[in-house]
């Protein structure tokens, strides 16, 4: 999808702001009308948003409330119907998906962070946890012919994500940005045809 300037897009202190990552996956998400997209981990939206607005039917979940709102909030302003849950990952999330897009929290972070803000980019001891566990489930929700587009970093874990996925997807990776004191890198995932 193309980055649309026309969508009006509001922060809130306690969700992530979109950047380099957020930006990367929306690049390299291919998306159209009538699809079932869901974006994992919606923060502000900015995924849901860009696909609602190019017809697709939207479900945008987050485990932070603050998240939930402020992407309410971007929905109801730009006009666009988006299912909006509270969920830690697949809980709360009913049926299946053509889409499935997720910018985890990869840095890693020993101490645990706690506040919202921080939880938004810590992803456990080595960087992997979320990622690992978003990728071991989402197959469960994942439409015969689905894809799976999520980011990866350098510096989180991201062997670990791979080896979690290699006995149910295909892996592609689509796109690397090299940012600061890491890479980050755009992944498809297609379900291996064995399991359809």
């Known amino acids: 999808m193309r980055l649309d300037t026309s969508i009006d897009i509001s922060e809130s202190p306690e969700v992530y702001v979109p950047g380099d990552d957020s930006y990367l996956l929306l690049k390299n998400i291919e998306v159209s009308s009538g699809k079932r997209l869901l974006e994992m981990g919606c923060g502000t939206g900015l995924i849901a948003l860009h696909a609602a607005k190019n017809g697709a039917q939207v479900t945008a979940a987050d485990i932070n409330p603050h998240a939930v709102e402020c992407t309410k909030r971007n929905a109801a302003r730009n006009n666009l119907r988006i299912e909006v849950v509270q969920s830690d990952l697949f809980d709360k ?68 994500v791979l080896k979690a996925a290699r006995e149910r997807y295909e892996a592609e990776m689509l796109e690397e940005k090299h940012m600061f004191f890491e890479s980050v890198y755009a992944y498809r995932f297609r379900q291996r045809s064995s399991q359809f």
Do not use: C, Q
Request: no cysteine; aromatic share 12%; hydrophobic share 35%.
């Open 93 to 160: 999330i009913d049926g299946s998906f053509d889409l499935i897009a997720f910018n985890p929290p990869y840095l890693p972070d020993e101490d645990r962070s706690t506040s919202w803000l921080e939880r938004s980019w810590s992803g456990g001891d080595e960087g992997s946890e979320i990622a690992a566990r978003f990728i071991r489930d989402a197959w469960k929700h994942l439409s015969p012919g689905g894809e799976i587009y999520v980011i990866l970093s350098s510096v989180g874990g991201l062997m670990t």
